[in-house]
């Protein structure tokens, strides 16, 4: 899937991996999202920006139901993956997650576990036996770019690597999961900029073999990696389209705005 | 504090208030030496093999304190198994799965009183229920229940800050593997909060072996001639029978005691000592 | 389709929703609820033995009378004697260490260097740690035989030695806790003082301990409760005879004290010998619950930030 791909208009929502319908989400009686309707197209990556507080972590949060992680919040509306209702009665979030893996804001390897326990951990956390558990670390290690540096000190723990080298072993936990949507929530926020350079790359690479979804406060960020870029305001969707389009021709002026650092 | 000292010029009269606090928080120190070192004075004419392994007798010279010491140790044995499940429990109730409520709450607030309900309360309970209303007669069985239940705040208590210390990132981050509430619990929290637990559950087990009223209400026995034998047999544990020595009008019976009082000390550092020496352990490598 | 089942639903509930989820969060629950039982426990057995007690003597009989004598023949149930030795040897307790425990406090937050902490902290908790039955011991054989070459007439049982000893025992609660109020003085009224050229002294004690004064109360009455509710110590040093007395010299009885008297002896459940002794664990039980929920009072007041 290579740019010329997207230049045709509509192709690539015509199928989303994950779609959104009136999502709205509360903290308490804090609404933080108001009626979001939003596709997430299929294998393509996906930036969500805005300023801080507009809701963009909160509406990934909803994508794998990490939402409801957190005592004392409240969601309305629909999530549709592969157009099956992720918010059904007869869906178990637990195997929801295995699905749509995330990737969080710091770098948060399991302390008391090796580089090599990390990978597997979501694996083992669902008890799954894995008899060629060394081929698996290594296929997630080498699709998140980590194996060449990691290979020979697979057994001290994840707490030893650098922070950017945490965060792609938490990707790599994610990747072991054999996931098909990557919510990656401001992954750079924590990291150097060489360090969030090299995640740039891998998701250059994840694009194509994953759907990702990646919140970014870093326009550039988003405008390097992503296909298609959403921008949140205050709890609503104000724009989406691709991300050419968002950054160089908005349709909207707050849009304008924001894209061109007038505020935010 | 803020203020260094050279920039504040200390008269004579802050040079004494500082002398008199200096001397206020020594005082307690030195009496705890003049303590130990009375105790060992006093004691250490019958610290011997003869007297850690010998039964009580009506002779002070040839008097033992083992009935005692392993009434003790089993004491804490069935205490730490009543008493660490059901704290760790608790603590994870409140920590991981209780929701803002007023039933949490009132949980909360009542951990915090029972911390300062007087021991022999408590013996006052085990007396009623686990002695009397129970069956279990004055037994070590029905001692480590009432023990445990002295111990539960406070073993709640550090149990949840060994719990606090885990990040919350880590809980999502295993739950965006896709595991459940109990999963990230049992292999991420517990494996990582485990060493802080387990310190202060010894320190708290400690606290216990030197605890005496409870022991004493429920009718744990002053003069026991024989070794447990199982959790329903009559026992006497160690404080009981230092204080059983002290109560005697002959001198000769409070050589005993402080002799007892050595094995006590020795007995709440040597725990002291591991709980400190586990947690220096455990820190450093808990895989799975 | 069936959305309207779940738009709104609480989601906490659906997380829980599988039956192992539910059996686990429900185990664990009744861990939590043993401590509510626990409470349930004493409250009950309290008040209905004491019922029982309160139905063969009368509470004038109780609170009417000063000679405490139910294991006798001629019974006598005036509970005073055990209340006013049980405040005879806390006050006793609390003269000793809540100057001792302050001035600690002072010095351990305005002087001390961060080495001399770090000595002393720890120092302070293995005090705190140590059995009560050894105090009890140090105070029968070291304190009250060096009290008696000082003060003549000083019984080989009595109130004071046992007082001093558990002042020193409360010691490190009253000073952990006000050293905990005094820190807790903002920095800036402190600075304050300073900037208006007051010295150290007229400072520590103009501004800071007035300031952390809930925080001490609090520490205090703690430190009171801590002594009401101890045992060991009186049970050995201070001898077991209900005097009902203000005299430190001579030997008294605790509530604690009579309890472990009876518990000592052979008491056949259901008697009258046996319901005296909840209903003094009542009447302690009520005295400790006050001074606790008032220690806890002043220092809500204190987290309040209402100095």
Redesign the interface.
């Known amino acids: 899937m290579l740019k010329q791909d997207i230049k045709k208009p509509k192709n690539i929502f015509r199928s989303p991996k994950m779609r959104s319908d009136n999502l709205k989400a509360w903290f308490g009686s804090h609404e933080a999202l108001n009626e979001i309707s939003l596709s997430i197209p299929t294998f393509h990556v996906t930036a969500i920006i805005g300023p801080s507080g507009c809701g963009k972590s909160t509406f990934i949060r909803c994508l794998n139901r990490m939402?409801?992680?957190v005592?004392g919040?409240?969601?309305?509306?629909?999530v549709y993956l592969d157009e099956v209702?992720i918010?059904?009665?007869s869906i178990?979030?637990v195997n929801l997650r295995k699905r749509v893996g995330m990737v969080f804001q710091k770098p948060n390897p399991f302390p008391t576990m090796s580089i090599r326990d990390n990978v597997l951990a979501g694996l083992r956390l669902q008890g799954m036996k894995t008899y060629d558990s060394d081929e698996v670390v290594e296929k997630a290690l080498v699709r998140a770019a980590l194996w060449d540096e990691v290979k020979d000190i697979l057994k001290r723990p994840g707490l030893s690597l650098s922070g950017g080298q945490q965060q792609r072993l938490c990707i790599a936990r994610a990747l072991a999961l054999e996931p098909e949507v990557l919510l990656m929530d401001e992954p750079c926020s924590a990291l150097d900029p060489i360090a969030s350079a090299k995640i740039e790359e891998l998701i250059h690479e994840l694009r194509g073999k994953y759907t990702v979804v990646i919140v970014t406060h870093n326009m550039q960020q988003a405008a390097r990696v992503s296909d298609v870029t959403a921008f949140f305001y205050m709890g609503k969707l104000v724009e989406f389209d691709y991300t050419e389009k968002i950054f160089t021709n908005p349709k909207y002026k707050k849009t304008e705005e924001y894209v061109t650092g007038r505020f935010g | 504090?803020?203020?260094k000292k050279k920039f504040?010029k200390?008269?004579t009269?802050?040079n004494a208030?500082?002398a008199?606090?200096?001397v206020?928080?020594l005082?307690?120190?030195l009496?705890?030496i003049?303590?130990i070192g009375?105790?060992l004075i006093?004691g250490w004419s019958r610290l011997n093999l003869d007297f850690l392994l010998g039964l009580p007798s009506r002779k002070a010279e040839i008097a033992g304190l083992l009935p005692a010491l392993m009434g003790s140790f089993y004491l804490m044995l069935l205490t730490a198994a009543i008493a660490i499940?059901?704290?760790?429990?608790?603590a994870?109730?409140?920590e991981?799965?209780?929701?803002e409520s007023f039933l949490t709450s009132?949980?909360e607030i009542?951990?915090?009183?029972?911390a300062?309900?007087?021991?022999?309360?408590?013996?006052?309970?085990g007396?009623?229920?686990f002695v009397?209303m129970s069956h279990m007669g004055r037994s070590l069985l029905a001692g480590a229940c009432t023990l445990a239940?002295l111990l539960?705040?406070m073993v709640?208590m550090v149990s949840r800050e060994s719990l606090r210390v885990v990040p919350k990132s880590l809980r999502e981050a295993c739950f965006a593997l896709g595991a459940?509430?109990?999963q990230t619990i049992w292999k991420v929290v517990l494996p990582m909060s485990f060493p802080g637990a387990l310190t202060g559950i010894i320190l708290s087990m400690?606290?216990a072996?030197?605890?005496?009223?409870p022991l004493?209400?429920?009718?744990a026995l002053?003069y026991v001639a024989f070794l447990p034998d199982s959790i329903h047999s009559a026992f006497t544990a160690m404080?009981i029978q230092?204080?059983n020595w002290?109560?005697r009008p002959q001198k000769d019976f409070?050589i005993n005691?402080?002799a007892g009082?050595i094995v006590?000390?020795l007995v709440?550092l040597i725990l002291?000592a591991l709980a400190i020496w586990l947690r220096a352990r455990l820190q450093r490598k808990v895989y799975w | 389709?069936?959305?309207e089942?779940?738009?709104?639903s609480?989601?906490?509930l659906?997380?829980?929703?599988?039956l192992?989820?539910r059996l686990?969060?429900a185990?664990?629950?009744?861990?939590?609820?043993?401590?509510?039982l626990?409470?349930l426990?004493?409250v009950g057995?309290?008040i209905f033995?004491t019922w029982n007690f309160f139905g063969k003597v009368s509470f004038k009989q109780f609170f009417g009378d000063t000679q405490w004598t139910p294991l006798f023949a001629q019974k006598h149930f005036g509970v005073w004697a055990l209340i006013s030795g049980t405040a005879l040897t806390s006050f006793v307790s609390i003269v000793t260490a809540l100057?001792?425990g302050l001035?600690?406090a002072?010095?351990?937050?305005?002087?001390a260097s961060k080495r001399i902490r770090s000595f002393?902290k720890p120092?302070?908790e293995?005090?705190a740690?140590?059995?009560?039955?050894?105090?009890?011991?140090?105070a029968?054989?070291?304190v009250t035989p060096c009290l008696q070459k000082i003060i003549p007439g000083l019984a080989g049982f009595n109130a004071l030695g046992a007082g001093i000893v558990m002042g020193?025992m409360i010691?490190?609660i009253i000073?952990s806790l006000s050293e905990d109020a005094i820190y807790a003085v903002p920095?800036s009224l402190?600075?304050g003082a300073?900037a208006l050229g007051g010295?150290?002294?007229a400072t520590?004690f103009r501004v800071v301990l007035p300031s952390s004064f809930s925080g001490i109360g609090a520490a205090a009455i703690?430190g009171i409760?801590r002594a009401?509710?101890?045992?060991?110590i009186v049970?050995?040093a201070a001898g077991q005879q209900p005097n009902f007395t203000l005299d430190p010299r001579v030997a008294v009885e605790t509530m604690?004290a009579y309890?472990?008297q009876v518990?000592?002896g052979d008491t056949p459940?259901g008697t009258l010998e046996y319901q005296t002794?909840?209903a003094v664990?009542m009447t302690?039980?009520i005295f400790?619950?006050a001074l606790?929920l008032g220690a806890?009072h002043l220092r809500r007041n204190v987290l309040k930030g209402s100095l």
């Open positions: 939402h409801e992680v005592p919040t409240r969601i309305q509306g629909n209702d918010y059904g009665s178990n979030p | 504090m803020i203020f504040i200390e008269s009269s802050e208030f500082k008199i606090c200096f206020a928080i005082l307690p120190i009496l705890i003049v303590l009375d105790a006093d499940p059901l704290g760790l429990g608790a994870i109730y409140l991981e799965y209780a929701s009132l949980i009542n951990i915090s009183n029972l300062g309900v007087p021991s022999i309360i408590y013996g006052l309970l007396l009623e229920i009397r239940l539960l705040p709640i459940d509430r109990f400690a606290r072996i030197g605890e005496t009223a004493i209400t429920i009718g002053t404080p230092i204080f002290i109560s409070h005691a402080a009082i006590l000390l709440m002291n | 389709m069936n959305q089942l779940f738009l709104s609480q989601v906490d659906k997380a829980a929703r599988s192992k989820e686990i969060k185990l664990f629950f009744f861990c939590a609820a043993v401590s509510i626990t409470t426990g004493i057995i309290l033995e100057p001792l001035l600690a002072i010095y351990l937050s305005e002087f002393i120092s302070l293995v005090l740690g140590i059995p009560t039955v050894i105090y009890g011991y140090f029968l054989t070291f020193i010691l490190p000073a920095p402190k600075e300073y010295n150290r002294l520590i703690l409760s009401v509710g101890e045992t060991m049970v050995i604690t309890i472990v518990s000592l459940t002794i909840f664990g302690l039980f400790t619950l606790n806890h």
